[in-house]
């Protein structure tokens, strides 16, 4: 596991947004552990994370020219990721849309940069595909081209039948889900503490049940 996406786990416990416990997902299973990236909600914890967002594109090789962030969670990715590139030295334009069009000044649903070329799209996780949806759609439709989506954490585990949400996006749009860590960073983050042997048995059981 390269070293920000261990750091990425470790700043998600200490933030309280990865949870162990016992939690019911949208898909009604019974988890061993919850991530809410909701929960990053001050200047500090989203320009942290913004910086492992940024990680974790230019390690992946990745090449685009917008980054896309589906309202209402991807509003603050793009613009927070979009800084931390710039930091890096790469000034990437981003563009966002509304729930509604606007009818005056400007109008549209789209706001910030021209949603043209390589577009990657950033949200906080991927659970049944439809905020993808409508993101490819919309790039599409503008003429320009979807070139990934870049998540937070992949749970890698099963959807509806023997693909996960992720693995059905890469499918269906041929275009690659970056996530910033998944859950085998997961279980070699508990692996390495002597303090979670029971959360990893317990992390693991369900990956077992579960996992793709």
């Known amino acids: 596991m390269s070293d920000f996406r261990r750091d990425f786990i470790s700043f998600?416990?200490?933030?309280?947004?990865?949870?162990?416990?016992?939690?019911i997902t949208k898909a009604g299973r019974q988890s061993p552990y919850f991530f809410n990236a909701g929960l990053f909600s001050d200047g500090a914890s989203v320009g942290?994370?913004?910086?492992?967002?940024?990680?974790?594109?230019?390690?992946?090789?990745?090449?685009?020219?917008?980054l896309f962030g589906p309202a209402y969670k991807g509003i603050v990715l793009a613009a927070a990721t979009a800084v931390a590139l710039a930091a890096q030295g790469r000034n990437v334009p981003f563009v966002f849309n509304r729930k509604e069009a606007?009818?005056?000044?400007?109008?549209?649903?789209?706001?910030?940069?021209?949603?043209?070329?390589?577009?990657?799209?950033?949200?906080?996780?991927?659970?049944?595909g439809t905020s993808v949806r409508e993101s490819v759609n919309m790039i599409r439709a503008a003429g320009a081209e979807p070139a990934g989506v870049l998540i937070a954490l992949d749970r890698m585990?099963?959807?509806?039948?023997a693909l996960s949400a992720v693995q059905e996006v890469e499918q269906q749009y041929g275009i690659p889900v970056i996530p910033i860590a998944s859950l085998d960073d997961l279980l070699g983050y508990l692996g390495a503490?002597?303090?979670?042997?029971?959360?990893?048995?317990?992390?693991?059981?369900?990956?077992?049940?579960?996992?793709?």
Do not use: T, W
């Not at 942290?48 to 090449?63: I, N, P, W």
């Not at 503490?193 to 793709?212: F, N, P, T």
């Open 157 to 161: 585990e099963r959807g509806q039948g």
């Open 193 to 212: 503490r002597a303090d979670m042997d029971e959360k990893l048995a317990k992390v693991r059981a369900y990956r077992s049940q579960y996992g793709i």
């Open 102 to 128: 606007k009818d005056h000044g400007e109008g549209g649903v789209l706001v910030g940069a021209p949603l043209k070329g390589r577009v990657m799209i950033i949200d906080d996780v991927i659970s049944a």
């Open 48 to 66: 942290a994370l913004a910086q492992f967002y940024a990680q974790a594109v230019q390690a992946s090789g990745a090449e685009f020219d917008v």
């Open 12 to 23: 998600a416990v200490e933030q309280n947004v990865l949870c162990f416990g016992d939690f």
